[in-house]
């Protein structure tokens, strides 16, 4: 394989998407982390799952997560997800980075149906409170990781303020 095959399958599988313009405008995901641990082996559990992430950055490595569906529209660099802790506080992340499944983590194998998911990198952060994730419209229920369609210009907002 030369230099040029190599540098386009890195490309292709690897290498984080970029934005095109700064003109774009930035969409907000949302993704829930359950109360309790998820008994049944094979079976995705995000309090497992978060609370490996949350090892990852106390060791210094970067904080990562599934992006949506691929039925579903796509994060991009710039856009948000919102890590949402039922009536605890939903945690609002800038998306760093993109990556192709194949960035997957190995721990992550277990997700049995998600590895066709896009990785995120998550990067600066604002908490919002329970009571004003409501007051922004924020979901109150949360079953899986998708789109914020309704609040998300008072989501943005609250980013930007």
């Known amino acids: 394989m030369n230099t040029q095959t190599i540098y386009k399958e890195w490309k292709l599988n690897y290498a984080p998407t970029q934005r095109k313009t700064k003109k774009e405008p930035v969409n907000v995901f949302i ?8 008994d049944v082996l094979g079976t ?19 904080l990562m997560w599934d ?10 660099v710039g856009d948000l997800m919102a890590v949402w802790n039922h009536r605890h506080i939903v945690t609002l992340y800038e998306i760093t980075h993109v990556l192709n ?5 190995e721990s992550w194998a277990a997700n049995i149906g998600q590895s066709d998911r896009c990785v995120v990198y998550l990067g600066a952060s604002k908490v919002v409170d329970w ?15 998708g789109p914020v369609v309704g ?11």
């Open 67 to 76: 992006g949506p569906s691929q039925r579903l529209s796509q994060p991009e």
């Open 151 to 161: 609040a998300r210009n008072r989501i943005l907002d609250l980013w930007d303020a």
């Open 31 to 38: 993704t829930p982390i359950a109360q309790k641990y998820k």
């Open 131 to 145: 009571d004003d994730w409501i007051s922004l419209g924020g979901h109150s229920r949360c079953m899986g990781t």
């Open 44 to 62: 995705p559990c995000s309090r497992r799952d978060w609370e490996e992430q949350m090892e990852r950055v106390a060791d210094g490595k970067q």
């Open 101 to 105: 499944p194949k960035n997957r983590l």
